[in-house]
């Protein structure tokens, strides 16, 4: 979700 | 995604995939610090609380399942499988734990980004993270001899974290509000870690020379 663009991560 | 987080994720992936290899062919964990290992699957643990709540990609839940799964057994062939678990040095690997994981939660409750269970268990996975090297690298010093596997893993874990540096620069200039100083700091500081291990596996690897640690 765009709310925590950084968790995009691993 | 982009290339250096690509590279960061698959050398991740290769270092586990090393280590792995290296227990199951070799039925040996010799030179391998367990303390290390159980931190790696704590810092899995607490960073992909929400694996099965917010999903990403395809990608991101596979890659997360297989970090889980291979610390995770890692973890459980050293201590538990009756081969492997002999050659593990439980008498040259005594860094404690709690050393490390105490100040870490103390850092995460006090420094994070939202005073929330997740968000500080979170935090707490990039510090741990960090520092969850060092008792490999102290039983590394001590044993003195590193066996071409274990530097390799040292090795490209820590080019893993490299790279993903790179990836952090790259996404600051290319989107937006990208500005994550914890990640930035924690993530510099793990690579910063690894610096003199790189420093001594390439003087090894230039001479090829084994590859000593001062002690």
Same mark, same amino acid.
């Given at each position: 979700?765009?709310?925590?663009? #950084?968790?995009?991560?691993? | 995604?982009?290339?250096? #987080?690509?590279?960061?994720?698959?050398?991740?992936?290769? !270092?586990?995939?090393?280590?792995?290899?290296?227990?199951? =062919? @070799?039925? !040996?964990?010799?030179?391998?610090?367990?303390?290390? *290992?159980?931190?790696?699957?704590?810092?899995?643990?607490?960073?992909?609380?929400?694996?099965?709540?917010?999903?990403?990609?395809?990608?991101?839940?596979?890659?997360?399942?297989? $970090?889980?799964? !291979?610390?995770?057994?890692?973890?459980?062939?050293?201590? #538990?499988?009756? @081969?492997?678990?002999?050659?593990?040095?439980?008498?040259?690997?005594?860094?404690?734990?709690? $050393?490390?994981?105490?100040?870490?939660?103390?850092?995460?409750?006090?420094?994070?980004?939202?005073?929330? $269970?997740?968000?500080?268990?979170?935090? $707490?996975?990039? +510090? %741990?993270? /960090?520092?969850?090297?060092?008792? *490999?690298?102290?039983?590394? *010093?001590?044993?003195?001899?590193?066996?071409?596997?274990?530097?390799?893993?040292?090795?490209?874990?820590?080019?893993? #974290? /490299?790279? &993903?540096?790179?990836?952090?620069?790259?996404? &600051?200039? =290319?989107?937006?509000?990208?500005?994550?100083?914890?990640?930035?700091?924690?993530?510099?500081?793990?690579?910063?870690? +690894?610096?003199?291990?790189?420093? +001594?596996?390439?003087?090894?690897?230039?001479?090829?020379?084994?590859?000593? %640690?001062?002690?």
């Amino acid at each position: 979700n765009s709310r925590h663009p #950084r968790k995009d991560e691993l | 995604m982009n290339i250096f #987080r690509l590279a960061g994720d698959m050398t991740h992936l290769a !270092s586990v995939l090393v280590l792995l290899l290296k227990i199951h =062919t @070799i039925k !040996s964990c010799a030179g391998i610090s367990l303390k290390t *290992q159980e931190l790696y699957a704590l810092v899995f643990a607490t960073r992909y609380l929400d694996i099965f709540t917010n999903y990403i990609s395809f990608y991101n839940t596979i890659m997360k399942l297989i $970090f889980l799964g !291979s610390s995770f057994s890692i973890v459980w062939y050293i201590k #538990r499988h009756k @081969i492997v678990h002999r050659s593990y040095d439980k008498d040259q690997d005594t860094f404690r734990h709690w $050393f490390i994981v105490l100040p870490c939660l103390v850092l995460a409750l006090l420094i994070n980004e939202r005073f929330t $269970f997740k968000e500080v268990m979170w935090t $707490f996975s990039l +510090y %741990l993270e /960090a520092v969850a090297i060092l008792p *490999q690298l102290v039983l590394l *010093q001590r044993t003195r001899n590193i066996d071409n596997l274990t530097g390799q893993y040292v090795f490209l874990l820590g080019a893993y #974290r /490299a790279l &993903y540096i790179l990836n952090w620069i790259y996404r &600051y200039f =290319t989107e937006d509000h990208y500005i994550h100083w914890i990640t930035w700091i924690a993530g510099l500081v793990q690579t910063l870690l +690894y610096a003199d291990f790189f420093y +001594y596996y390439f003087q090894s690897w230039k001479n090829n020379a084994k590859l000593e %640690l001062p002690a």
